[in-house]
């Protein structure tokens, strides 16, 4: 997921007049600059894609409290499956467009009008409506807790919490866990700065004043899950009661919850600690119940890349019973795990990524039927690791499960693209997968890149821009009804779409 860059770089890096714009907000769009100012390198590269459908891939239930897959949040759906059906761009004739906020919209969704509903955290931190086409803010809601002076406090940059994380619910209402102990619910409403408040949880309650809610999601049943790092806090809330009820999997460094989890089709949650696979099950009265466990392979070791000593990744589920995560061993492994509650042999597969001493990963895994993509993020513990022509460890890998069930193999690695913190995704309808690569010209260029799911090889690259507003930090791309590919960045937010 992505981080929160603290204001004083941002502030030290945009003009006076640009800031001033940001701090407005205007309802016309702004672009965010290139800085510095020079010759820009290759605008595109390679050659634009005939799109060929990948077929074959189960379609990922929907979850009847979420939105629409592919709309409903940073992940996509339910399984984190980060895959979508519809179409992203092929590279014919790109168009690049950016709106400056001076805050970065880590999390995008997409309401049933194909406008943008977006958290956006920094120097103008809210919940925020985005027309798509104009790329222009139409409307903004703050979030409780949450102000610019956040971004100076220490561990900001490596917080999750309080709003990066959000989802859209069936009825295009945005439900956000807060800084202040609350699961606030949020519907559209233009007359009233684009939303208004119609559910107000407290946690306060079940929560201690130090854990703070990093993710919420509906399981199949309707009840609403939340996690919190702090203490590997786990909950449940009934939305109709308003009833919570919590357990704690460990305290200090052990067992934290960095990042967001995985629902499954029949009421099940997969949560992932820095030492731990669980699977979650509410018993008979809503509160969660640990249904398996299990502990991967860990050097302990918080590699440059991630945000803690353990998996960076937000567990994925797959067809046919399986979930998957990366582990934190050196190297690194894509590990896949059978879900059943019972079974002989839980772990199917640990298959090594990358190359030892540079294997990191700080993204939810791509799963697409019995395939699944990882990118490495190794070397990224900051924006200066990328500034002034550096760049992290190259790597993308496609691992996939046995045909029998009982194993895994490396079916492709890249070892040329380097993408320092993107959530990247997968379109089943162009065969495309889409990430966001850094260069290494001292203009610092950051590039939306295509690569062929079936081969890995690179089929373009177009320039996003230039310049510390144009890094990602960890947010997500999003592709959009629309066709576009949407992504958070520390400027604010880009996009870039097919005109050809």
């Known amino acids: 997921m992505f981080h929160i860059l603290p204001s004083q770089v941002l502030r030290a890096t945009l003009p006076a007049a640009i800031l001033a714009a940001v701090v407005a907000v205007p309802a016309a769009a702004t672009p965010i600059p290139s800085v510095p100012a020079v010759p820009e390198p290759a605008r595109f590269v390679g050659a634009a894609a005939s799109g060929e459908p990948v077929t074959g891939i189960p379609p990922v239930p929907q979850n009847p409290h979420l939105a629409p897959n592919g709309n409903s949040g940073v992940h996509n759906d339910g399984w984190m499956s980060d895959t979508y059906r519809r179409p992203g761009p092929l590279g014919r004739s790109p168009r690049t467009d950016s709106l400056l906020l001076g805050s970065e919209c880590g999390s995008v969704a997409f309401d049933r009008a194909g406008r943008i509903v977006s958290t956006c955290l920094g120097l103008q931190p809210g919940l925020y409506l985005i027309d798509p086409t104009t790329m222009s803010v139409l409307g903004k809601h703050p979030l409780p807790g949450k102000n610019p002076l956040d971004t100076l406090r220490p561990g900001a940059f490596n917080n999750f919490g309080g709003g990066g994380y959000f989802y859209l619910d069936d009825e295009d209402r945005a439900v956000v866990g807060t800084s202040t102990g609350h699961i606030q619910v949020f519907a559209e409403n233009p007359a009233a700065d684009g939303f208004s408040l119609v559910r107000d949880y407290d946690l306060t309650g079940v929560l201690h004043p130090e854990e703070t809610l990093n993710s919420a999601l509906p399981d199949s049943n309707g009840l609403i899950w939340f996690v919190a790092k702090t203490n590997g ?7 109709d009661t308003g009833a919570a009820q919590v357990v704690r999997l460990g305290d200090g460094t052990e067992n934290q919850i960095e990042n967001s989890f995985a629902v499954g089709a029949a009421g099940e949650v997969y949560i992932a600690t820095n030492r731990r696979l669980l699977r979650f099950d509410a018993g008979p009265d809503g509160a969660p119940r640990i249904t398996w466990q299990t502990t991967y392979a860990n050097s302990n070791q918080r590699k440059p890349g991630q945000v803690d000593d353990g998996t960076g990744t937000t567990p994925t589920v797959l067809p046919d019973g399986y979930v998957a995560i990366t582990d934190n061993a050196d190297p690194m492994n894509v590990v896949v795990y059978r879900t059943a509650p019972s079974v002989a042999e839980r772990q199917v597969c640990a298959v090594p990524v990358f190359e030892p001493g540079h294997s990191a990963t700080e993204n939810s895994l791509i799963g697409a039927g019995r395939s699944l993509i990882v990118e ?6 900051h924006p200066d690791a990328v500034a002034s022509g550096k760049t992290t460890a190259a790597g993308f890998a496609r691992v996939d ?4 069930g009982n194993g895994c193999h490396l079916t492709w690695t890249n070892a040329v693209e380097a993408a320092p913190s993107v959530v990247p995704k997968l379109s089943l309808a162009t065969g495309l997968i889409y990430t966001y690569t850094k260069g290494t010209d001292p203009s610092d260029p950051w590039y939306w890149t295509a690569l062929d799911y079936r081969t890995g090889a690179t089929v373009w690259k177009q320039l996003s821009g230039t310049g510390l507003g144009f890094n990602n930090n960890y947010a ?14 520390l400027g604010g937010l880009v996009s870039m779409r097919d005109s050809g």
Request: no cysteine.
């Open 233 to 239: 806090v786990v909950g449940t809330l009934d939305p």
């Open 376 to 381: 490495n993020n190794y070397g990224y513990g």
């Open 401 to 404: 499960i046995d045909a029998d």
């Open 476 to 489: 997500g791309i999003a592709l959009g009804p629309d066709g576009a590919a949407y992504l958070g960045t």
